[in-house]
């Protein structure tokens, strides 16, 4: 899917944006196609991979983490990283660990199996971060969502250790939820 707005300068597209209503109908197909996108490397992008600073990228994670916190909402972080692991659809733990990998989210380790603990090393959202919790709602839930397709039954993920704390990489205990 591909949206394009052409306007002559900022008059016109105020006028349009001011006098039109714009309802996004399909997101579910847009956040497949990107989610389809991002699994297979940019490889068939004709354009250079674009990359956001990761300096950039954290100073907007600790605002964002801060928010969210003010607002009491980490659940909403949660949700949002759940539905994008269910889009990311793997079948199995190594299609999400190459997922990680391939997008710099950080290195993704079984760290033990019984109770099943996945361990992210140098992890993007938080590392260099210093909060007094854990702060990976995101990747908790990217997790969850991941899982549920993986073991094909609903799960809960939590997480345990947290770089933003001061340990030594992100801990994530993932449960089947009974």
Not at 2 to 23: A, C, N, P, Q
Not at 88 to 95: A, C, E, Q, T
Not at 117 to 141: H, M, Q, R, T, W
């Amino acid at each position: 899917m591909r949206v394009e707005l052409k306007t002559k300068d900022m008059k016109e597209f105020y006028k349009i944006f001011s006098e039109s209503e714009f309802i996004i109908t399909d997101d579910s197909k847009l956040i497949n196609e990107t989610v389809n996108y991002l699994k297979k490397k940019y490889k068939n992008s004709t354009t250079k991979k674009k990359l956001i600073p990761l300096d950039l990228f954290k100073a907007i994670v600790l605002i964002m983490m801060k928010k969210i916190k003010e607002l009491d909402s980490e659940i909403t972080l949660y949700d949002i990283g759940y539905e994008f692991g269910k889009h990311l659809n793997p079948k199995r733990y190594s299609d999400l660990k190459k997922f990680f990998k391939e997008n710099n989210l950080g290195t993704l380790k079984v760290d033990s199996r019984k109770p099943l603990v996945l361990k992210v090393e140098n992890c993007s959202f938080c590392e260099d971060l210093s909060f007094e919790e854990p702060i990976c709602y995101f990747d908790a839930g990217l997790i969850a969502g991941a899982y549920e397709c993986i073991l094909k039954k609903p799960v809960v993920v939590d997480e345990i250790k947290c770089m933003a704390r001061g340990d030594d990489a992100c801990y994530f205990k993932v449960e089947v939820v009974k």
